[in-house]
């Protein structure tokens, strides 16, 4: 089942080495404007077509502008065998409660 992670247990967990990997479902523009370091993107709408690419024994962060899309993205990864983690609230979240020097839009 699909776990969610305020920003602040984000921050927590990426204080500590880890293992998991981050996917930004995002467009690109978006993705120039801000970004988690080390993220991954993959526009939601490019996803289907490029799963084989992901590593499903990997767990994935999943992270979008507020949350709706990556949600989405996550369901269908976890269909398709993957353990995810979604971002409540995405990048913008972030920006507000963690990150106040992130770019918002």
């Known amino acids: 089942m699909m776990r969610h992670w305020t920003p ?5 967990y990426l204080k500590s ?13 978006e993705y120039d404007i801000a ?13 289907a077509e490029n799963v084989a690419q992901l590593d499903s ?3 994935w962060l999943i992270i979008c502008h507020h949350g709706i899309r990556s949600a989405h993205a996550g369901y269908y990864l976890e269909r398709n065998g993957f353990h995810v983690i979604n971002l409540t609230g995405g990048i ?14």
């Open 92 to 105: 913008d979240r972030w920006a507000r409660e963690v990150d106040h020097d992130m770019s918002l839009y």
């Open 17 to 29: 080495p880890q293992s998991l990997s981050i996917l930004d479902v995002r467009e690109e523009w």
């Open 57 to 59: 024994s990997r767990e």
């Open 8 to 12: 602040t247990e984000l921050a927590d």
């Open 35 to 47: 970004h988690l370091e080390g993220s991954i993107l993959l526009p939601l709408g490019k996803l």
